[in-house]
RNA sequence: UGGGAGGUCGUCUAACGGUAGGACGGCGGACUCUGGAUCCGCUGGUGGAGGUUCGAGUCCUCCCCUCCCAGCCA
């Protein structure tokens, strides 16, 4: 057993995001390559925002994508008195001291600041008074005047900040709370943490927590700061840009390897190689090959990668995977037929939404076939209706209904009737399945078996 | 405004200071029914200006642009 511990530590105040589930990706693939520990943690301090849902549809995504977690699940909210017995040491230990400028006189200092073209923070008041306990009073760590802090960031290399830049932040609340920061260095320093990899969104933190760490005599873990994801734009990531929550690409019919895939290779290489499998990815990930730049979102490389492993997927498992998108078209169909559709179509579909929707007319009776007017109007003409009556008699007189028949038998009725199997090909189709596209015309009879194609035939001679 | 992090084809990502390559996308071709599959080809880039060097995407300086932090959110 190694002694790497990472964690992933999301805040159910919303869905598991992209984003979010990379750092969870990455942090998850470092504890595993090490053969180490992966913790995750829910921080759920900021108790109004907080909700079990998001708590529920995190963890659903987290298992969806495979991550799964090392011990029990962690609840900040139930660590309240561990933090703050923390905090009294601070106290005791002169590192922290109670403050009573309540928010709207704290927020006058900023403006204050502002003013002057300086950092907008709290300018300390309260540091010398040697005030105690009380109502509406918060804690605050008593930051050192100077000093510089400088750390090896695993992503972005030495990291430096001069400690004039911190303010006496907030450790505990008016109500008792604890805030992020000291939860964090507690929790990471108590679990054993020896890797945070984490959004450099937090970059700017790391001095705060630091200064906590040497407060509190703990260890230093290694930082790891990944950028966050943008959109291709370059700008800050939102819908417009397509991207979605875990949960709903997981309704929208992606694989969990294709997005992890994708979310893995953004941020971070081996060579050239792009498609990986899970194991693979444990055996080769590291913090070496992690980019510090960040990385734009684009929806159609993730779109490629998920037909890829669509093509993947062996026929039975892709089955499964696809009856309840067929399901919530409607269609009562069970598994192993589909494991005969399947091969045929997912070359036309990137996602288990579009396989459901491809195959559609393979699962209607053939009275229920819905025709294309634009491919009814071009293909099902006077003669094209006749080259299909004349096919349907050539299929109705096949020994044996399958793929190499329905071909033969429609070759026969070219070659004896002089013509091309393009002038044939598209009318069959179109009377067979409703629509020009499709996998091929043969295949697709072979599937449907004689008395359905027969009657799909007849229907659209009747036109 | 102050602090921090970044900038290679449209997007992702390679390149010991020594030939800027791969993937996705886009365009074209092949595939003797259709084609969202497959195969082949093309397109397309080092933010700008200086400096160091035999040689710079790579090191240095300045400018420009982008992102993050500066809640008693996380």
Known sequence: MSNVVTRFAPSPTGHLHIGGARTAI??????????????????????????????????????????????????????????????????????????????????????????????PRYNGRCRSRDLGPGDGRVVRLKAPAEGRIVFDDLVKGTVAFDVAELDDMVLRRSDGAPTYNLAVVVD?????????LRGDDHLSNTPKQILLYQALGFDLPRFGHVPMI???????????????????????????????????????SHGDQEIFALEELVEKFGTENLNSSAAGFDPDKLEWLNGHYLRETSPEELARLVLPFVAAEGFDVDASRLAQLVPLFRERANNLVELARVMRFMLVPAAEVEYDAAAVAKALTEEGRRHVAGVREALAALGTFDREGCEKAIHDYVEGNGLKFKQVAPAVRVAVVGAMGGPGLPDMMALLGRDDVLARLDRAVAL
């Open 230 to 268: 943008l959109g291709p734009d370059r700008k800050k990531l939102s819908k417009r840009h397509g991207a979605k929550a875990v949960i709903e690409y997981e309704q929208y019919g992606l694989l969990p390897q294709a997005l992890v895939n994708y979310l893995v290779r953004l941020g971070w």
């Open 26 to 119: 990455f942090n998850w693939l470092l504890a595993r390559h090490f053969g180490g520990r992966f913790v995750l943690r829910i921080e759920d301090t900021d108790t109004e925002r907080s909700k079990q849902e998001y708590t529920d549809s995190i963890l659903a995504s987290m298992k969806w994508l495979g991550l799964d977690w090392d011990g029990d699940l962690i609840y900040q909210s139930e660590r309240f008195d561990i933090y703050n017995s923390y905090i009294d040491r601070l106290l005791e230990s002169g590192h922290a001291y109670w403050c009573e400028c309540p928010p709207d006189e704290v927020e006058k200092m900023r403006e204050e600041a502002r003013a002057k073209g300086l950092k």
């Open 188 to 196: 990471d320093a108590t679990m054993g943490v020896t890797h945070v």
